[in-house]
């Protein structure tokens, strides 16, 4: 039996078991760097395959190494991240969230459960392959500053050097059977913008004695899309959006201040550095024009994702291997953000798309929804890929 045939075997014979370990991490969410019974799960898990796991970074991440045959001849990194999300789940199923208030709604379960059972077939299969698979469990991938961030300031990068990583990813809108990659740039940067309008609140039958920073704070909303649409070039994917504006006065009554929450994406560092600079300057002129004033402050989010070239493009035809062409996708450039991106910054890097849409069973909501859910036959197929391209990039 050739090692494509043992990998799929394995992937078969393990799946009832990556299941259940789906339904306990279901079952069990936890926030982003509060993840430490997830932690414990996996390292307990990891120490029943005979792995030595290494707890403990950036408190709540977990990594271990797969030995193959001449260890050093190559290193490469796989990729899961762990934390949930605050939504409450509406899901009626026997794996429902117990954790109230929290849901994995965003297929964080799927991918640590996938890699765990990455891991068993790869180190069923060690004596078959040459160089080492660095395990990754990283915390905190669904808040700022990223857990990937803080991994690579603590080295996870290092003692053994991976030279390249790859990274899975559920995606509702791809059938379940299918996977999907991208060359080059995939996924856009994105920055949280917090903006304060202060102006002089009072009688709103009187607006005459009064700064209105509810009118101010219209304008601003207004004219900062024209950063957007009349400073970036047409080539340049950009999105400005604005999710939440708090003013707290009433039908008659003007606030002192108004509180504007917003994101800001896009594919291009130049233009990311400079919309943020003509952004806070345009709000703050506008504001005092108006008689009022504006904090605008912008926290640096992750940047954008790119996928190496070379090692995305072999890595899909590893999956048309093990998969066939017909369940290979390719996909557009896609303004969510991930923080996956740190890690393709430093090496290279392949981010792909697992399928997890089933439209006969009525699973096709969107990830951050409290009815997410995926068809679990995909937990078989990422993980027995997962193991493939692995095998399969040691050996190129």
């Known amino acids: 039996m050739d090692i494509k045939e ?7 014979e393990i799946a009832s078991e990556i299941v259940d370990t789906r339904h306990h991490l279901h079952s069990h969410p936890e926030l982003s760097f509060q993840e430490f019974e997830t932690a414990k799960y996996v390292a307990d898990s990891l120490r029943k395959m005979g792995l030595n796991p290494m707890e403990g970074i950036a408190k709540t991440g977990v990594s271990a190494l797969i030995e193959g ?6 290193v490469i990194a796989l ?17 429902k969230s117990k954790n109230d208030g929290v849901m994995h709604a965003c297929g964080h379960d799927v991918h640590t459960s996938s890699l765990l059972g990455t891991a068993r077939i790869l180190n069923q299969l060690k004596d078959q392959f040459e160089g080492t698979v660095k395990l990754i469990f990283q915390p905190g991938e669904e808040k700022a500053p990223g857990g990937a961030s803080l991994l690579i300031k603590e080295g996870i990068l290092k003692n053994p050097a991976p030279q390249n990583i790859l990274g899975q990813h559920v995606m509702p809108l791809i059938p379940v059977g299918k996977i999907g990659f991208r060359e080059g740039l995939y996924m856009a940067s994105a920055d949280e913008i917090y903006i304060t309008v202060k102006g002089k609140g009072g009688h709103a039958a009187m607006p005459d004695r009064n700064v209105d920073p509810v009118l101010i704070a219209s304008h601003i909303i207004v004219a900062l899309q024209q950063v957007v649409s009349r400073f970036a070039t047409p080539t340049t994917p950009t999105v400005l959006s ?21 994101t800001f994406r896009t594919l291009n560092e130049e233009w990311r550095k400079e919309a943020k600079i003509r952004m806070k300057k345009l709000a703050e002129g506008l504001a005092e024009s108006m008689g009022g004033s504006c904090e605008f402050n912008i926290l640096d989010g992750y940047p954008y994702l790119y996928n190496n070239e070379e090692l995305t493009r072999r890595n899909r035809q590893f999956a048309v291997e093990y998969m066939g062409e017909e369940n290979i996708v390719d996909l557009d450039i896609w303004m969510a953000a991930e923080d996956f991106a740190f890690y393709s910054q430093e090496i290279d890097a392949c981010f792909y798309r697992l399928g997890v849409r089933n439209e006969a069973k009525g699973i096709t909501s969107n990830v951050h929804t409290p009815t997410f859910n995926i068809d679990e036959q995909a937990l078989e197929i990422g993980s027995g890929l997962m193991a493939w391209l692995a095998i399969n990039e040691l050996q190129s």
């Open 6 to 12: 043992q990998v799929k075997r394995i992937a078969n």
């Open 69 to 74: 045959k001449n260890p050093s001849k190559k």
């Open 79 to 95: 990729r899961a991240d762990i934390d949930a999300l605050p939504i409450t789940e509406t899901n009626d199923v026997a794996y």
């Open 242 to 262: 604005f999710g939440k504006v708090v003013a707290e006065g009433a039908t008659n009554i003007i606030p002192n201040e108004v509180k504007i929450e917003g």
